[in-house]
């Protein structure tokens, strides 16, 4: 607004220009809350925790009475009620300020989003719509009131995670409840989350394993027969401390489950979108790495002598295809998350696995570029730039869809329609 002087926290513009990209107010505003949060909060604790590889709780806990826990938890329960489109662009913005806690975030969002909108739009009985409502009413009060924060460890390294084969990690139905049993790796929060939600095949004696059978359960953290274990000092990521959980005869009640029987395969083949939420991390951080160029080239970095570099015409073609490439990752980004609904066209899959594999590599690609341009001052460990490079390096890691199983998806799902083979 004219005559408005923004604070040192929302220097920032939206990755996203609401009036260019078509935002209601009401999600715009979400979004600059968000980023102011990010910016304020999360962006002077960063160094920190990169650097000794530990979770920052204290950020979760200051998101608490700022109503972001519950970002995505449906109005009718109390919640905020962002939806899919909302709630990306909002993580964007905080990816671009601490990657790590971003995709931590994105860890406790899900099991809100996926339990609640998203299961919304999914076939359930009447009776089983009914007691989902009930019990993901309990998990979202424990959020909304006391600030639980849930994580998602569903890795467990081997094919499970890329949607493969059934989990190995197995809840066995007991009265009142389920015994659960197994391993998962690289669970982000290990050791921080109040609730592990976890993903695993339900299987009574004597039944195969079927992925049909995939049941998300919410674990007590505290419950007995969890422990963490392992070590972690990865190269980038390093404050989502995902370490390994092993689930040795853990006793958990009905309510402990986050949807009904068959419906998270249900929302993996229907749904599946719901995989497109590890992005907009990596979406922030490569609005991150543009932004530092700019104003390290202007010589506009805070921390750093005010010498500017912009006149040089390699840093300008530099910075024009830095440019380029952003405006894609954006387009294609925001064109993909828009398109998030149940069933979508083969032409909306196939937009979806090309803006993950997308936004992946290209802001490690821009995080790389930034390095080269700006020079060897600019990678110390005193500047963000670097962790920025380092985090980014891991998004096209991640499944299900890593950049691989992208590639993989894309070239045989536009020459084969469904059930064609070549014999
Ligand atoms: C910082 C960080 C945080 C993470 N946090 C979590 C978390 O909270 N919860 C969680 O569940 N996981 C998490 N992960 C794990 C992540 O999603 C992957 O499971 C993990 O990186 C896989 O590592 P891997 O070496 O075991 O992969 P592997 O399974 O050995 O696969 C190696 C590569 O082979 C390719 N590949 C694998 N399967 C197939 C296939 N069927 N078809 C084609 N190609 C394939 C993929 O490109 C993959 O990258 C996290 C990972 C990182 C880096």
Same mark, same amino acid.
């Given at each position: ?13 939206? /990755? ?40 920052? #709780?204290?950020?979760?806990?200051? !998101? ?8 995505? #938890? ?16 909002? *993580? ?9 806690? *971003?995709?931590? $975030? ?7 989003? $996926? ?8 076939? !359930? ?6 007691? &989902? ?5 309990? &998990?979202?009060? +424990? ?39 197994? =391993?998962? /790796? ?61 689930? =040795? ?19 993996? @083949? ?10 907009? @991390?990596? !979406?922030?951080?490569?609005? *991150? ?20 570099? +912009? ?5 300008? #073609? ?5 440019? #380029? +490439?952003?405006?894609?990752?954006? @387009? ?16 909306? !899959?196939? %937009? *979806?696995?090309?803006?993950?594999? @997308? ?41 299900? $869809?890593?950049?691989? /199983?992208?590639?993989? %998806? ?14």
């Amino acid at each position: 607004m004219a005559g408005t002087r923004l604070d040192e926290h929302d220097r920032d513009a939206p /990755i996203f220009s609401p009036a260019s990209f078509r935002l209601a107010d009401a999600q715009a505003d979400l979004i600059a809350r968000t980023r102011r949060f990010g910016s304020r909060v999360l962006a002077p604790r960063a160094e920190r925790h990169d650097r000794d590889a530990t979770f920052p #709780i204290e950020n979760f806990r200051d !998101m608490h009475p700022e109503g972001l826990l519950g970002i995505c #938890i449906p109005k009718e329960h109390g919640g905020t009620g962002a939806d899919f489109l909302t709630y990306c662009l909002a *993580a964007a913005e905080l990816g671009r300020y601490c990657g790590a806690t *971003a995709l931590s $975030w994105n860890m406790h969002v899900c099991s809100t989003l $996926w339990s609640g909108a998203l299961a919304d739009d999914l076939e !359930m009985s009447p009776s089983d719509r009914e007691a &989902h409502r009930a019990r993901r009413h309990l &998990h979202y009060r +424990r959020i909304l009131d006391d600030g639980a924060v849930y994580s998602q460890p569903f890795s467990e390294g081997g094919a499970a995670a890329a949607g493969v084969v059934a989990f190995g990690t197995e809840a066995r139905p007991v009265a009142g409840g389920f015994v659960v049993n197994g =391993k998962k /790796i690289f669970a982000s929060l290990s050791g921080a989350a109040d609730y592990y939600g976890v993903l695993c095949t339900e299987r009574r004696e004597g039944e195969e394993a079927s992925r049909r059978n995939t049941l998300y359960l919410a674990i007590p953290a505290d419950a007995p027969g969890i422990s963490v274990t392992g070590d972690w000092d990865p190269l980038g990521m390093r404050a989502t401390v995902s370490r390994t959980l092993l689930f =040795k005869d853990v006793h958990v009640a009905d309510d402990a489950m986050l949807m009904p029987h068959g419906v998270y395969f249900q929302a993996a @083949t229907r749904w599946p979108h719901m995989f497109l939420t590890l992005s907009p @991390t990596y !979406m922030g951080l490569a609005q *991150a790495a543009y932004d530092f160029t700019v104003a390290y080239l202007r010589g506009e970095v805070p921390g750093t002598p005010p010498v500017k570099r +912009r006149m040089f015409p390699t840093k300008q #073609i530099a910075v024009a295809e830095m440019r #380029i +490439r952003l405006e894609q990752t954006k @387009t294609l980004w925001f064109q993909a998350v828009s398109e998030a609904r149940p069933n979508p066209s083969k032409e909306e !899959m196939l %937009r *979806a696995y090309a803006a993950q594999f @997308t936004v992946m590599e290209n802001a490690n690609a821009l995080a790389a570029k930034a390095i080269r341009t700006c020079g060897g001052q600019a990678m110390l460990k005193s500047l963000p730039l670097e962790r920025i490079y380092r985090d980014s390096r891991c998004g096209s890691l991640m499944l299900p $869809w890593t950049a691989e /199983i992208c590639l993989d %998806r894309l070239g045989r799902e536009t020459l084969y329609e469904a059930g064609e083979t070549d014999d």
